[in-house]
RNA sequence: GGGACUGUGGGGUAGCUUGGUCCAUCCUUCGGGGUUCGGGACUCCGAGACGCCAGUUCAAAUCUGGCCAGUCCCA
């Protein structure tokens, strides 16, 4: 089996071998940006979309789905928004053979697809909020390269849209998605930076956006998802207005909160290693694979207790792969690490003499657990794994999140940069010139590692009004 | 949006400059047999490709044009 590109030299390179060598996709499809979700990448996402379901719901949320197809002329009601997105959208403008009166805009996102049915559904302060979700795919016609998760042209999208009666509620939506998808980034052992992003940078019609971003080798950051807070920019538009307890007529307040199949991506790229593909168990595609040792001598026991311990692990609710396949148990390790189970229980005649299992996890830490107590030490040692996948993944954020002082600092930046910003356009574009590069925005929750604050803008010097900001060089 | 380059079995490749020696090379993969089996086994047999459509020519993987797909650079 070929040997993967090296990680720290070759990223791109090694990020494509791992997602085709995993099997988390097939990338052959002749459309530009559309690939295939093999059986192994959809179990991947199914677990992922699961995460994201239990925190969306469990501060409620609930599931709707609306069509794919957007009329013209609700998708241009909002000025800016249809700015942002005009270059990128899809147009069904026939119906067989015949051109269509009103030209269909496949959605990019759901903002002018939900909103005209939002008018209809909203009346009273009673129906707020309003807090649902979906998750479907969409289309954005990026003209970049595409790379499989990353930057897609079908997208795997998760949306959540709001109402809310004023501004002070849909903040508080907001901070209750940023706590939902903290929760999220603990399941996928993920640490992120969370900034307020500059207003040339923020959301095509929001009021202000809030996004998740990964820091990568060489200043590079990759957006995870984001949160907006929409104000009145929509509901004014679209009409969305309830009755007051007085009696008046008001606009609704709005929030999103976006989140795509990106987050496979970005975990492949943050814990997967030299070896390949590593999971979180949350979204191991199997959380545990079983190998039997077999050999001419060994008798029945191996294979035997393979089967049980397969069994009995599916029993307890767990996802088990058991590989009794017809190759030398060395060839199996390594497709199993390639693939990023986080646990292999090996079995052969030492272990089914002995009542117990070899049991070594995907970073390469070996142990044993007694078959009686089987169920219980999966567990744990799962629960272990992940507590350690967290952990070197944060030792890795700290080493991509360093200060600099001064502009000239940027230029040769080869990890993401914290700042000081004192907020002007002008001091922020200077800054972006500088690390050639991105202003990300002002942190809005503290780092994982925290560092010191700045005290200067690192562009004009001013002490005035100065912030925290991230700034690097989005993939 | 502008420019450059690339396309050969499932994956990676040789051949293309100078058309013929190519019913297309090698590695890997896949199917079957046998010996194996505690970190990528060995062996035997078999399967599988010139992106698509035109054109030039006695002859096209090789030259020309269009299309499709992909990669990179610049805006």
Redesign the pocket.
């Known amino acids: 089996?070929a040997?993967l590109p090296d990680k720290g030299t070759a990223f791109?390179d090694w990020y494509l071998a791992v997602v085709e060598a995993a099997d988390l996709t097939d990338k052959?499809y002749?459309?530009?940006?559309m690939n295939v979700w093999t059986t192994y990448g959809f179990r991947a996402r199914r677990n992922l979309d699961a995460v994201m379901v239990r925190e969306i719901e469990a501060t409620g949320s609930e599931a709707v789905e609306f069509p794919a197809l957007i009329p013209a002329n609700e998708f241009a009601k909002e000025k800016e928004h249809i700015k942002g997105f005009d270059?990128e959208v899809y147009w069904v403008t026939k119906g067989g053979a015949t051109p269509l009166d009103v030209p269909l805009v496949l959605r990019p996102t759901s903002e002018t697809a939900m909103y005209p049915v939002f008018a209809m559904w909203v009346r009273s302060h009673r129906d707020l909020p309003l807090n649902v979700y979906q998750i479907v795919n969409t289309f954005r016609y990026e003209?970049?390269?595409?790379r499989p998760f990353v930057r897609v042209r079908e997208i795997h999208f998760f949306e959540e849209h709001t109402c809310q009666v004023d501004e002070d509620h849909a903040t508080e939506r907001v901070r209750s998605n940023l706590g939902a998808f903290r929760r999220m980034a603990e399941a996928f052992c993920l640490p992120y930076l969370t900034t307020r992003r500059p207003d040339w940078d923020k959301f095509a019609g929001a009021h202000y956006t809030i996004a998740f971003d990964i820091p990568l080798a060489g200043a590079r950051t990759l957006q995870l998802g984001s949160v907006h807070h929409y104000r009145e920019n929509f509901s004014r538009p679209y009409g969305i207005t309830y009755e007051a307890p007085d009696g008046s007529q008001r606009h609704v307040h709005q929030t999103t909160f976006g989140l795509s199949e990106r987050l496979l991506g970005a975990i492949v790229a943050v814990h997967g290693d030299a070896k390949g593909a590593v999971f979180p168990s949350a979204i191991a595609p199997y959380e545990v694979v079983v190998v039997p040792?077999?050999?001419?001598d060994s008798g029945p026991g191996p294979i035997q207790t393979a089967e049980a311990a397969t069994d009995r692990l599916r029993r307890a609710g767990r996802r088990v792969r058991l590989d009794a396949g017809?190759?030398?148990?060395?060839?199996k390790?390594?497709?199993w690490?390639?693939h990023g189970v986080p646990l292999r229980l090996?079995i052969?005649?030492?272990?089914a003499e002995g009542r117990s299992v070899?049991i070594?996890d995907r970073l390469?830490r070996k142990g044993t657990v007694p078959l009686d107590r089987l169920e219980t030490g999966v567990a744990e040692r799962l629960a272990d794994f992940d507590r350690a996948l967290r952990e070197r993944a944060r030792t890795a954020f700290a080493g991509s999140v360093t200060p600099a002082r001064v502009l000239d600092d940027l230029k040769d930046s080869v990890t993401v940069r914290l700042v000081g910003w004192c907020g002007s356009e002008e001091c922020g574009h200077q800054i972006e010139t500088a690390i050639d590069g991105a202003l990300l925005g002002t942190l809005e929750e503290a780092l994982p590692n925290p560092l010191e604050a700045p005290t200067r803008c690192i562009a004009c010097g001013t002490s005035d009004g100065v912030r925290s900001a991230i700034a690097g060089r989005p993939m």
């Open positions: 089996m040997e791109i052959r002749p459309v530009k940006g270059n003209t970049k390269t595409t040792i077999l050999g001419t017809d190759e030398r148990p060395g060839a390790y390594y497709r690490e390639l090996e052969g005649r030492r272990e070899t070594v390469g």
